[in-house]
């Protein structure tokens, strides 16, 4: 007990005289200058950690190829090496990505692969469309590359003006909806029909089904009560109540569990033995993928993931100043840019690491309520990031019914954005709506953003609004009609 005490008085003893570790600190992140102290920004870090830590287990979960689930597969390693490389790569992506946020713009937001570019990434790009998975990281890197350039000449404010208004506010909502209708199918409770296309799954009789509505309304229970955490409980806890019926034998194995689990024992060395920390196959494979380019296409995969991309770490960045108390008299963060980039330069990197587009978490609000101010709260998210390389073995063990529990609790979560929209305004609502429909509907985010920029121009004109449109909303929105003119007719059959 007197050795944590002299450890801790050694600590605020550093802190006052500007000496030692956390003199260092407060000094290298103006902590006096923001009125807060180390303590509190590295508990604001492990409380931003612990919220958005699923996406540990969810984004390789989501990425992985598997039997009748498009994503990225390497020839000659099974799923659970798959797996581990992305979660080793998703991590580190997340490390850099929040690292540079804290060390170069000093704030306390972290960022990882996002939800729903994963998605779009995985079943869009690589399932639905059939582009190679290094392709698509190749469209991921060069996104990276153009959000850089156009952060370091200053252009962030021509492009906010470029989309329109509606449109951005409905991109949340529409990938809300996407990433919610994916999780419930992967969970047996919404199916394929062919009479209605979608209906309820056998959810009494399904041992998925029954598992999963048990976990989903237990997580949902858990952040209602604002448990910290409360996704990776519910996914942990759903993986191991599946687990357990297939250990007592109530469920045949294999069913809502990994192969590991047996009826009356635990093959641990098999779950063990799919670990691979060497992410070689990934790495550098988008060099591969850019000699397979199809230009128009590719285009509009790098047009998605960045306008995605940007307006959601832009919104987010936003959001979450305001909660701390970061804006100035007109609502703008101070010195955006460095933010910005932070997330630019995350997005190039996991992209050549071999993960999808990386983006700021909302979830860094958590750690900003609990008074983090500076980005000594970042690098504690990044630190822990690094050191929960060591539990790469968890994600190849959490079944995928359970970790797209995550899809349909943040798919909810998303929708609140809907209330941004202000829909007595006929030029807002329809953009707005076709965006959020057309999107889980053709299983596209791209699909969606294209409708709400094709219908923008059209509804102002109708409306005899003509003068707010700019030159910029006629170029997008017609680039796009030839885009799906070619894209409907067949002249690029097989292609996105």
Same mark, same amino acid.
Do not use: C
């Given at each position: ?42 508990? $604001? ?41 992305? $979660? ?46 290094? %392709? ?40 809300? /909806? ?71 034998? /109530?469920?045949?194995?294999? %069913? ?170 006929? %030029? ?21 953003? $294209? ?9 102002? /004109? ?35």
């Amino acid at each position: 007990m007197s050795t944590y005490v002299d450890a801790y008085m050694s600590v605020h003893d550093g802190e006052s005289d500007g000496s030692g570790i956390a003199g260092t600190l407060a000094d290298f992140f103006d902590l006096d200058e923001h009125g807060t102290d180390v303590r509190t920004e590295v508990l $604001a870090g492990l409380t931003t950690f612990l919220t958005m830590s699923y996406i540990v287990v969810v984004n390789p979960s989501i990425l992985a190829a598997a039997d009748g689930k498009p994503g990225i597969g390497v020839a000659g390693l099974a799923r659970p090496e798959v797996v581990s490389m992305l $979660a080793v790569v998703t991590i580190v992506a997340a490390a850099v990505a929040t690292l540079t946020m804290a060390l170069y713009a000093n704030r306390p937001f972290a960022q990882a692969p996002g939800l729903g570019l994963n998605a779009f990434f995985a079943f869009t790009v690589v399932g639905a469309l059939g582009i190679p998975w290094q %392709t698509a990281l190749a469209a991921v890197v060069v996104e990276g590359v153009v959000f850089v350039a156009l952060t370091l000449v200053g252009a962030r404010e021509y492009v906010i003006r470029l989309f329109p208004a509606p449109v951005k506010f409905a991109v949340g909502t529409g990938i809300g /909806l996407f990433l919610a209708l994916i999780g419930l199918q992967e969970m047996n409770l919404v199916v394929q029909d062919p009479a209605t296309l979608v209906t309820l799954g056998p959810v009494a009789s399904d041992p998925v089904a029954v598992l999963s509505v048990l976990g989903l309304f237990v997580t949902f229970g858990l952040y209602a009560r604002g448990l910290r955490g409360s996704i990776v409980v519910g996914i942990l806890g759903t993986t191991l109540v599946g687990a357990a019926v297939t250990f007592l034998g /109530l469920v045949a194995p294999g %069913t809502v569990a990994p192969g590991f689990v047996k009826q009356g024992a635990i093959a641990l060395p098999e779950l063990f033995a799919g670990v691979r920390y060497d992410v070689s196959p990934l790495a550098g494979a988008f060099v591969t993928g850019l000699s397979n380019v199809e230009a128009f296409s590719f285009a509009l995969v790098v047009f998605t993931f960045f306008f995605v991309d940007f307006f959601d770490t832009a919104g987010t960045l936003v959001g979450v100043g305001q909660a701390g108390d970061f804006l100035d008299e007109e609502g703008n963060l101070p010195d955006i840019d460095r933010p910005l980039l932070a997330d630019a330069v995350g997005t190039t990197v996991g992209g050549m690491l071999g993960t999808s587009t990386v983006t700021t978490y909302i979830e860094s609000a958590s750690g900003v309520e609990e008074g983090g101010r500076t980005g000594l709260t970042a690098l504690t998210v990044g630190l822990l990031f690094v050191v929960s390389l060591a539990f790469v073995p968890l994600a190849t063990a959490i079944p995928l019914y359970a970790s797209h529990i995550a899809l349909v609790v943040i798919g909810v979560v998303m929708l609140r954005n809907v209330a941004e929209i202000a829909w007595d305004d006929i %030029t807002y609502a329809v953009p707005a709506g076709m965006t959020i429909l057309v999107m889980p509907f053709t299983f596209s985010i791209a699909y969606g953003i $294209a409708a709400g920029i094709v219908s923008y121009p059209l509804v102002k /004109l109708a409306t005899g609004r003509g003068d707010e449109i700019r030159a910029g909303h006629w170029v997008l929105a017609g680039a796009f009609v030839v885009y799906f003119f070619v894209r409907t007719s067949g002249v690029l059959t097989g292609q996105l």
